[in-house]
């Protein structure tokens, strides 16, 4: 039992390049959640899923896509990165209004 | 605007001590609250949560207080050990909705 699994860890892009950040979750959560953690702004919500097939704008939307591929996998796409996208990206799974389980986290700088 | 306020960027304890951390939140509609606990380049941790059916919570060291009125929310943690330096955040959401919403972090440092 993995919990929640991100690839890549770190990544280097270049302003303009495009990636795909991929998170997967093994213990079949209807929920899925894309976050950034940059200092002093704490956790700010991307995009989630509430369900499979179902995508809803969060926080700080703007510059990312997301797909919800199904139940277990929710993918963040960056399709022209910039600098200001530099930050750590978490991926995190619940069931209901319980605890939220997150993975490592993908460590993204844009240059 | 954030929904969601840590207003102490750091914190530091002697272990053996309480630790206290607080946190404020202002929408009267949240009534279910959480704390993780995050370690450098790793993901949070859950750590402890509370309904607002209820004022405190206890598990083992750590307890959460609820005041409503006030709406605000702390996290004792006694006595507190030197691995539990780390930061901590606060989140909340409303149990009918699917958007947790997180302070921006205390960060504790117990003192051995």
């Known amino acids: 039992n993995a919990g929640v699994t991100q690839t890549p860890k770190f990544q280097v892009l270049k302003t303009g390049q495009s990636m795909t950040l991929q998170c997967a979750q093994d213990m079949n959560h209807n929920s899925m959640y894309w976050y950034r953690q940059d200092p002093g702004m704490g956790l700010r919500l991307i995009y989630y899923?509430?369900?499979?097939?179902?995508?809803d704008k969060g926080e700080v939307p703007n510059g990312y896509n997301v797909s919800r591929l199904n139940k277990r996998e929710f993918s963040l796409r960056l399709e022209s990165a910039a600098p200001s996208q530099t930050s750590v990206y978490f991926c995190?799974?619940?069931?209901?209004?319980?605890?939220?389980?997150f993975g490592p986290g993908t460590r993204l700088t844009v240059t | 605007d954030q929904q969601v306020k840590q207003n102490s960027p750091s914190l530091s304890v002697q272990e053996g001590r309480i630790s206290i951390l607080n946190c404020d939140y202002t929408n009267s509609m949240f009534d279910y609250f959480l704390w993780y606990k995050k370690y450098p380049a790793e993901g949070p941790t859950f750590l402890i949560s509370?309904?607002?059916?209820?004022d405190k919570n206890e598990d083992g060291r750590f307890t959460v207080f609820l005041n409503k009125s006030a709406k605000h929310l702390s996290l004792h943690i006694v006595p507190s050990q030197p691995g539990d330096s780390a930061v901590y955040f606060c989140?909340?959401?409303?149990?009918?909705?699917?958007?947790?919403?997180f302070g921006t972090g205390t960060s504790l440092t117990v003192i051995p």
């Open positions: 899923s509430a369900s499979e097939g179902t995508t």
């Open positions: 995190a799974s619940v069931q209901g209004s319980y605890e939220q389980y």
């Open positions: 509370i309904s607002s059916i209820k």
């Open positions: 989140a909340a959401s409303e149990s009918t909705g699917n958007q947790f919403y």
